[in-house]
């Protein structure tokens, strides 16, 4: 429990906890920073943190994975580098709060610890922020409601990590549920639930890859996207985002895109118009419709958006070729990381097994698995009764 190792790592209790968990991107690739919709889950899976005052004005923070400690002064702190830099989401959303008026009177020690898997694509960064977030809102007695603490730990990445992202990760940690798919429309900043269906599984395959360009091509990407919609704004002023763009409008002008913007755009407008055809099927209970929509979502990722690889392309076809399973596409940026599976029950570990030999088979290494369910969103949590 994060207590007793708050006491071991601190030599005190701590005086507030909070968790948030990590997500699964269901549908809805790169439309986020593009102003479309898109659909995510919250996952069983989550990052813990606890914090305690101290009596100056040093903010210290340590994690369970980790031995040493990363202390900054809370009056002025950049952001850090090396194998101190897992420190900077907990210190963006501290920066954030404070720019919005959370009140620092003292500092505090606060301790990190995860189930979730590192580089999985579940984004264990936005579950640090937004757990971060909930845990300085208790220490600081401060209240924001969960829009807009996700916006809090969207600008934490964007301006203290320096990654362009969108508010998928950090909205869907926040507004997540059981048996519920967060629909973000991003343009607007809307957050809504959508019940999912009775007997949908996930299940996650780990290709424990990661580009070693991961960052500088998710910057690209979006790059290319501003850039779409910036040629695009001459024959369409009207269109305040890529995402307003449809597949039918691109195809009219690809001429002032060229090769290259033209399948970003289409990946973008293509995901739009999938996150809506999904919602719709889910709401006849329809996952067989749901589950071509996932594999044409990654075949999109695949083709126009070149934003998969190789390993995660062999474990989608061998799930295309597996009993009980509805779809499965890559989840998150891309570039590395994992493959969500949805499955109905009869779907088990021995059908899981036979995916990661195929991938054995073709790169001589493993894939790693799990099951997850879907779990809460993020909230302060209750320290035990002492
Ligand atoms: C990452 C980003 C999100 C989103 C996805 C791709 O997870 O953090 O904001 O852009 O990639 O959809």
Known sequence: MIEDLYIQKFGRSPEVIAQAPGRLEFIGNHTDYNG???LGVAVDRRVSVALAARSDRQACFRSASMEGEVCVDIDSFAPLSGNESWANYPLGVLKELI??????????????????????????????ELASGYGYCGLYEFELDRADMARVGRRAENNFVGMPCGILDQGVSAFG?????????????LFSRLTLP????????????????VDS??????????????????PLPQAQNLAQISTAQLSEHQDLLGDVLYRRALHISGECERVLAVESALGKGDM?????????SHESSRVNFENSIPELDILVDALKESQHVWGARLTGGGFGGAVMAVTNGQFGQADAEK???AYQEKFGQAATFFHTTTGPGASQGQLSAT
């Open 198 to 213: 009775d007997d949908v599984h996930f299940w996650v395959f780990n290709t424990a890859k990661k580009h070693s360009l």
């Open 355 to 357: 995916i990661v030999a």
């Open 288 to 296: 067989a419709t749901v589950g071509e929509l996932l594999f044409e």
């Open 99 to 128: 720019s919005a008026g959370m009140p620092i009177p003292h500092g505090f020690d606060m301790l990190v610890d995860s189930d979730l898997p590192a580089g999985a694509g579940l984004s264990s960064s936005a579950a640090f």
């Open 36 to 38: 479309g919709p898109v």
């Open 217 to 234: 091509l998710y910057g690209t990407r979006h790059q290319e996207c501003m850039e779409a919609h910036r040629r695009m704004q001459a």
């Open 177 to 189: 549920d059981v048996n519920s798919l967060v629909k973000i429309d991003c343009e607007k900043e």
